[in-house]
């Protein structure tokens, strides 16, 4: 039941992407990625430590043969800046021969409080790094209409965010999502739909995937977990079960109780 995931040209065993950055140390990013069981990881080409103080290199711990790479432009504020990002991580990764040189994760923030896409920037970047050839994933708000927008402006996937960055408060807006998948996937049910940031716990991936998404989308709450690396044991069951859920089907929701055992042949007693 757990088929792989197709993002554009791209297919990924799971449903699961992770980020790289905020581990304590590169070693323990290396194992929390591989107990994840994800096989994309992105990296963030704007602010990523190539070389930490021990002198080890990210990609000691990231094997690109490995893990096929999505470069993200954070910390850009403004299309231009994304754009520029967008194209040193296409060469950056071009270099090493990965497959994620062809796509990007596009963040284009509105403010350093929030960390909320900026829609208007966000829009411009998807249209101007869709005509550069990119197959663009695009971080956005829970908004339909702006999702409905970047996916026609030619965005490969809309990841709407559950919450703030790093926020851990998990998916605020349920309904919104479920809007968002119903104008993403109305007549293209096999459109990514992928809910990027504000998890906190095993628990929000579940909850997401069990709303219908393609994939979950993390990096803090498993590099800033007490335990990460059983944090990310926990973050690779819950996509698995909550996309088990989603494909069983949950039962209705009922304001009043329904009795559990069949209520046909039930014995009656008759009065003497």
């Known amino acids: 039941m757990l088929t792989p995931l197709t993002i554009g040209t791209h297919t990924l065993s799971s449903r699961l992407i992770v980020g790289t950055g905020k581990y304590a140390t590169y070693a323990q990013m290396g194992e929390a990625l591989e107990r994840s069981g994800a096989d994309c990881v992105t990296v963030a080409v704007r602010r990523e430590r190539l070389i930490d103080a021990d002198g080890k290199n990210l990609l000691d711990f990231v094997d690109p043969k490995r893990y096929t790479i999505l470069p993200n432009t954070a910390g850009c504020f403004n299309a231009e800046d994304a754009v520029r990002v967008a194209r040193l991580g296409r060469e950056i990764l071009s270099g090493l021969e990965n497959p994620g040189a062809d796509w990007v994760k596009l963040e284009c923030l509105a403010d350093k409080r929030t960390l909320l896409p900026d829609p208007v920037e966000t829009l411009q970047a998807t249209e101007q790094l869709v005509a550069d050839g990119f197959q663009v994933l695009v971080y956005s708000t829970d908004d339909p209409v702006i999702a409905k927008r970047l996916k026609n402006a030619g965005a490969t996937s809309v990841m709407p965010a559950g919450s703030p960055i790093g926020s851990g408060q998990g998916v605020l807006n ?99």
Do not use: F
């Open 174 to 272: 349920a309904n919104n999502i479920r809007i968002c998948l119903e104008y993403l996937k109305e007549g293209d049910p096999t459109y990514p739909v992928i809910v990027d940031a504000g998890v906190g716990a095993a628990s929000d991936v579940a909850a997401a995937m069990e709303l219908g998404v393609d994939g979950v989308l993390l990096n803090t709450a498993i590099a800033h977990a007490q335990d990460p690396l059983a944090m990310a044991d926990a973050m690779r069951l819950a996509c698995e079960a909550g996309r088990l859920s989603w494909l069983s089907g949950r039962i209705p929701k009922r304001l009043y109780a329904t009795a559990s055992s069949p209520e046909e042949g039930v014995i009656t007693w008759q009065p003497n």
